[in-house]
């Protein structure tokens, strides 16, 4: 099994729908966790950390779920440029050891 | 400069070849990280320095992979004897911060090995 796990996708989903996919990681130990999004061809940027309470950004919802392990990430009204691969990253254990998901791709349609 | 800058943006290089890639991190960023991300995955760990001490090289895939950050700023990865295998974008990401939190990228290398 992966240390972080996510589908990937192609989620097609026609532009103002709302989205959402998971993500799970192995090490129950894991304390930071994060969501990236990363254009095709272009780096992963920073979309939002994920907090124990939930967080939200706008338009975006992320989740964490310690007892079943996973992280969700939800897009309500979703805007074309939504279009990209997002990105599930948990802590190993240390500040700085990332695992990183291989990503979920969301194409949003007009 | 504003950003993580890397160099080159892309290069080929013949099997067997050397290869040196350079991050120029964002000013005063004390982390400095090293990726590798093949086509459909995600960035898998190579590197990590905090200002010139690399406190962990345990992603380095072999003795053929060095990095490098002398002074604390501009860091460097070398690849030596390069395979078909290290085909792929290398990443580079720095912090302000002791670890990952907050860290921004830089547009990566594509390194092809033919």
């Known amino acids: 099994r992966k240390e972080v796990e996510q589908d990937p996708g192609p989620f097609n989903v026609p532009e103002g729908a709302t989205v959402a996919f998971n993500c799970t990681y192995s090490?129950?130990?894991?304390?930071?966790f994060f969501w990236y999004r990363q254009d095709c061809r272009k780096e992963p940027k920073l979309l939002m950390s994920?907090?124990?309470?939930?967080n939200e950004d706008g338009r975006f919802t992320a989740q964490l779920n310690r007892a079943s392990q996973y992280i969700s990430l939800l897009i309500r009204d979703s805007k074309l440029s939504d279009s990209a691969t997002y990105l599930c990253?948990?802590?190993?254990?240390?500040?700085?050891?990332?695992?990183w998901g291989a990503g979920t791709k969301l194409i949003i349609k007009p | 400069g504003a950003g993580v800058s890397q160099s080159p943006r892309y290069k080929v290089a013949k099997r067997g070849q050397d290869v040196a890639l350079r991050c120029d991190p964002i000013?005063?960023?004390?982390?400095l990280f090293w990726y590798q991300q093949a086509l459909g995955q995600g960035p898998e760990f190579l590197t990590y320095?905090?200002?010139?001490?690399?406190?962990?090289k345990s992603g380095l895939p072999s003795d053929r992979f060095f990095a490098e950050r002398p002074e604390g700023s501009v860091s460097t990865l070398k690849i030596q004897r390069t395979q078909q295998e290290d085909s792929a974008v290398y990443l580079c990401?720095?912090?302000?911060?002791?670890?990952?939190?907050?860290?921004?990228f830089g547009q990566g290398t594509r390194l092809t090995v033919v």
């Open positions: 990401a720095s912090s302000s911060n002791q670890g990952f939190a907050e860290a921004f």
């Open positions: 000013s005063g960023h004390v982390s």
């Open positions: 320095f905090q200002n010139e001490a690399q406190l962990d």
């Open positions: 090490n129950s130990a894991s304390q930071s």
């Open positions: 994920v907090y124990s309470s939930g």
């Open positions: 990253v948990v802590n190993a254990g240390s500040n700085y050891q990332l695992i």
